[in-house]
Protein backbone atom coordinates (compact mmCIF):
# COMPACT_ATOMS: atom_id res chain seq x y z
CA UNK A 1 0.00 0.00 0.00
CA UNK A 2 2.62 2.37 0.92
CA UNK A 3 5.77 1.50 -1.10
CA UNK A 4 9.77 3.00 0.01
CA UNK A 5 12.52 3.21 -1.88
CA UNK A 6 15.73 4.09 -0.31
CA UNK A 7 19.05 5.12 -1.74
CA UNK A 8 21.96 7.10 -1.29
CA UNK A 9 24.04 4.65 0.51
CA UNK A 10 27.52 4.08 -0.41
CA UNK A 11 30.96 3.53 1.29
CA UNK A 12 32.63 6.70 3.06
CA UNK A 13 35.55 7.28 5.45
CA UNK A 14 35.65 7.86 8.75
CA UNK A 15 34.20 11.70 9.64
CA UNK A 16 32.77 11.67 6.12
CA UNK A 17 29.01 12.73 5.19
CA UNK A 18 26.44 10.35 3.05
CA UNK A 19 22.63 11.58 2.88
CA UNK A 20 19.85 8.96 2.41
CA UNK A 21 17.05 8.96 0.56
CA UNK A 22 13.43 7.87 1.31
CA UNK A 23 10.83 8.18 -1.56
CA UNK A 24 7.62 7.20 -0.81
CA UNK A 25 4.87 6.43 -3.47
CA UNK A 26 1.38 4.71 -3.49
CA UNK A 27 -1.10 4.86 -0.68
CA UNK A 28 0.98 7.31 1.39
CA UNK A 29 -1.50 9.04 3.19
CA UNK A 30 -1.65 6.39 5.36
CA UNK A 31 2.00 7.23 6.26
CA UNK A 32 1.83 10.17 9.64
CA UNK A 33 5.13 9.18 10.65
CA UNK A 34 8.41 8.22 9.02
CA UNK A 35 11.68 6.87 10.53
CA UNK A 36 15.44 5.62 9.62
CA UNK A 37 16.76 2.07 11.64
CA UNK A 38 19.33 0.24 10.33
CA UNK A 39 20.82 -3.22 11.10
CA UNK A 40 24.27 -4.29 11.60
CA UNK A 41 25.23 -8.27 10.26
CA UNK A 42 24.46 -10.06 13.64
CA UNK A 43 22.38 -7.33 15.24
CA UNK A 44 18.89 -6.45 16.23
CA UNK A 45 17.25 -3.22 13.90
CA UNK A 46 17.65 -0.64 15.89
CA UNK A 47 15.93 2.57 15.77
CA UNK A 48 17.97 6.06 14.35
CA UNK A 49 15.75 8.79 13.69
CA UNK A 50 11.73 9.88 13.18
CA UNK A 51 9.98 12.29 12.00
CA UNK A 52 6.03 13.29 12.15
CA UNK A 53 4.89 14.33 8.65
CA UNK A 54 2.26 16.88 9.63
CA UNK A 55 4.65 19.15 11.50
CA UNK A 56 8.23 17.97 11.02
CA UNK A 57 8.78 17.19 15.06
CA UNK A 58 11.87 14.27 15.33
CA UNK A 59 13.44 12.51 17.58
CA UNK A 60 16.84 10.91 17.46
CA UNK A 61 18.86 7.57 18.89
CA UNK A 62 21.35 8.97 21.19
CA UNK A 63 24.08 7.47 19.32
CA UNK A 64 23.74 9.70 16.44
CA UNK A 65 22.26 12.72 18.44
CA UNK A 66 23.71 16.09 16.48
CA UNK A 67 25.54 13.94 13.84
CA UNK A 68 22.12 13.04 12.53
CA UNK A 69 19.15 14.74 10.56
CA UNK A 70 15.91 13.88 9.79
CA UNK A 71 13.73 15.69 7.20
CA UNK A 72 10.85 15.94 4.94
CA UNK A 73 9.67 17.20 1.92
CA UNK A 74 6.25 16.27 1.80
CA UNK A 75 5.67 17.83 -1.89
CA UNK A 76 7.97 15.03 -2.85
CA UNK A 77 6.90 12.26 -0.98
CA UNK A 78 10.54 12.22 -0.08
CA UNK A 79 12.46 11.59 3.52
CA UNK A 80 16.09 12.40 4.10
CA UNK A 81 18.91 11.23 6.28
CA UNK A 82 21.84 13.45 6.30
CA UNK A 83 24.40 11.86 8.38
CA UNK A 84 27.75 13.72 9.08
CA UNK A 85 30.81 12.64 11.08
CA UNK A 86 30.02 9.23 10.45
CA UNK A 87 31.68 6.78 12.50
CA UNK A 88 33.23 2.73 11.73
CA UNK A 89 30.06 1.93 13.94
CA UNK A 90 27.49 3.70 11.98
CA UNK A 91 28.22 0.72 8.99
CA UNK A 92 24.72 -0.96 8.59
CA UNK A 93 21.82 -1.73 6.41
CA UNK A 94 19.79 1.73 6.81
CA UNK A 95 15.98 0.79 6.18
CA UNK A 96 12.78 3.62 5.84
CA UNK A 97 10.18 3.02 7.38
CA UNK A 98 6.98 4.46 7.73
CA UNK A 99 3.76 4.12 9.71
CA UNK A 100 0.04 5.86 10.67
CA UNK A 101 1.12 7.82 13.84
CA UNK A 102 3.03 9.02 16.23
CA UNK A 103 2.33 6.81 18.87
CA UNK A 104 4.62 7.58 22.38
CA UNK A 105 4.84 3.83 23.34
CA UNK A 106 5.92 2.63 19.81
CA UNK A 107 7.61 5.24 18.03
CA UNK A 108 11.23 4.75 18.81
CA UNK A 109 10.74 0.74 18.27
CA UNK A 110 10.27 -1.46 15.07
CA UNK A 111 6.52 -2.02 16.39
CA UNK A 112 5.56 1.52 15.66
CA UNK A 113 6.17 1.37 12.01
CA UNK A 114 3.79 -0.96 8.79
CA UNK A 115 5.86 -0.31 5.53
CA UNK A 116 9.29 -0.73 5.02
CA UNK A 117 12.10 -0.10 2.42
CA UNK A 118 14.86 -2.61 1.26
CA UNK A 119 17.27 -1.19 2.97
CA UNK A 120 20.78 0.98 1.66
CA UNK A 121 23.87 -0.28 2.68
CA UNK A 122 26.17 2.41 4.46
CA UNK A 123 29.81 1.33 5.01
CA UNK A 124 32.03 3.71 6.84
CA UNK A 125 36.09 2.62 6.74
CA UNK A 126 38.19 3.42 9.69
Known amino acids: QVHLVESGGGLVQAGGSLRLSCAAS????????MAWFRQAPGKQREFVAT????????GYADSVKGRFNISRDNAKNTVYLQMNSLKPEDTAVYYC???????????????????WGQGTQVTVSS
Open 51 to 58: IRLSDGGT
Open 97 to 115: AAGPKSLTMVVFTTRGYSY
Open 26 to 33: GRTFGAGI
